[in-house]
């Protein structure tokens, strides 16, 4: 059998249940690609993704690309056909509100002073989709975010030797009490897992997320929950979870950009999802060992809340650090609602 990480018990079934031969496909593994695809290609503005629905017209495939923001590429005498075809909300097509148009391509000129764009692209019409509440094709990518990201691949292996075992159940409790019971978590910038696996334990649905594969990999094998190695700027959920789970995680994004990134987490929260973020105290933008950090303030904080928008604040408070060599640094907690 082919070397899936799936017991023989899985094929075994399926044989049983669907004729042969048959396909299996790696959803994760085709997120993930489609991602690294979309990243490569992230300093040409006029690059635009499509998948050749020829190579595989599986709805269940084309319905993965849409939500990770491809579009379909189809010859002009299949068109009527394939656009019935993913129009068919029943064959995973269009959610509501999306739209399927069609137009003539044209190769776009290189933009002076640019890096110049690719030719190679086949002069079809191309059903372009695009839904109005989301259009996830690009990330900006954040430079600091990509220094750091480097430093956590590094040190990983330390990082996780350092903070496992971090006691911060006090503040697991304060958190937990605003969301529903058996609510759904994300536990972003997951690090070590330590808060994913007490939310999991506490009988809440946990999605841990994390920038650095090594983490993510660790605390899928420690906690056993669903994981997706996602940058800030990549998320991609809608009225998804009851609370958010962001512990000196956001400390890592500029000031200039912390705005949009809060936007997209207000968009993953249901209306009256709590978010719970911590910061270090003070007030500058800094690198230090490889790492940027945004430090805030009360009133600072509360600033890019108000410009970010959507949010409530519940709570705004300091501590100290759990870390007993570090115990004379500050902190700012914030909980806050959507709505």
Known sequence: MPNFSLPDSVFEAAAARYPTPFHLYDERGIREN??????????????????????????????????????VQRRKAEYEAGARLLA??????????????????????????????????????????????????????????????????????????????????????????????????????????????????MGCQVLAVDGCRELCDFTQRRVGCPVRCLRFEELDYEDAFDGIWACASLLHVRKADLPRVLRLIRRALKTGGVLYASFKYGE????????????YTEASLRAVLEEAGGFREIRLWTTGDALSDRADQRWLNVLCSAG
């Open 284 to 295: 500058a933008e800094r690198k230090r060992e490889g790492r940027f950090f945004a430090d």
């Open 34 to 71: 489609a991602r690294a695809l979309q990243q490569a290609f992230a300093w040409c503005e006029d690059f635009e993704e499509y998948f050749a629905v020829k190579a595989l017209p599986n709805p269940a495939i084309l319905r993965i690309l849409r939500e990770e923001g491809f579009g």
């Open 88 to 201: 068919d909300g029943g064959a995973g097509g269009l959610p509501p509100g999306a739209s399927v148009t069609v137009r003539r391509h044209q190769a776009p000129s290189p933009r002076r002073g640019r890096f110049p764009v690719c030719r190679s692209r086949p002069m079809n019409c191309h059903p372009r989709i695009r839904s109005e509440k989301r259009d996830l094709r690009r990330y900006d990518r954040m430079p600091e975010s990509s220094e750091t990201l480097s430093w956590y691949h590094e040190n990983a292996e330390a990082f996780i030797d350092r903070t496992a075992a971090v006691d911060l159940s006090g503040l697991y409790r304060t958190f937990l009490a605003c969301i529903p019971s058996g609510g759904s978590i994300m536990d972003l910038g997951c690090g070590a897992g330590s808060a994913a696996l007490f939310f999991a334990r």
